[in-house]
Nanobody, 122 residues
Framework: QVPLVESGGGLVQAGGSLRLSCAASGRTFSTYVMGWFRQAPGKEREFVAA????????RYADSVKGRFIISRDNPKNTVYLQMNSLKTEDTAVYYC???????????????WGQGTQVTVSS
């Protein structure tokens, strides 16, 4: 088990920034690929970004490339999502997930947090 707890969500105006954090428990955190997904009302959960255990590899959805940055601090068991130039269409519940592969498919991630709401106003 890798319990995950997200934080940092909130209300921000379009063009603003937020940084999400995901704190993990367990000594095996550093061995997992960590990902961020989001789900807007009435839509399916979609991939946002992921990072390998060593931070040597990252992957982003086209919709967030150039605006979002994923990073991790293994000694702190924490992964971050820095979100810049936010748009109203970024409004969603953001979920942190842990898995074995740097992949966009949610089904390949084994552990999930409860999510944190991000609302971007116009």
């Amino acid at each position: 088990q890798v319990p995950l707890v997200e934080s940092g969500g909130g209300l921000v105006q379009a063009g603003g920034s937020l940084r999400l954090s995901c704190a993990a428990s367990g000594r095996t955190f550093s061995t997992y690929v960590m990902g961020w997904f989001r789900q807007a009302p009435g839509k399916e959960r979609e991939f946002v970004a992921a990072i390998t255990w060593s931070s040597g590899g990252t992957r982003y959805a086209d919709s967030v490339k150039g605006r979002f940055i994923i990073s991790r601090d293994n000694p702190k068991n924490t992964v971050y999502l820095q979100m810049n130039s936010l748009k109203t269409e970024d409004t969603a519940v953001y979920y942190c997930a842990a898995g074995q592969w740097l992949d966009v498919r949610a089904s390949l991630y084994q552990y999930w947090g409860q999510g944190t709401q991000v609302t971007v106003s116009s």
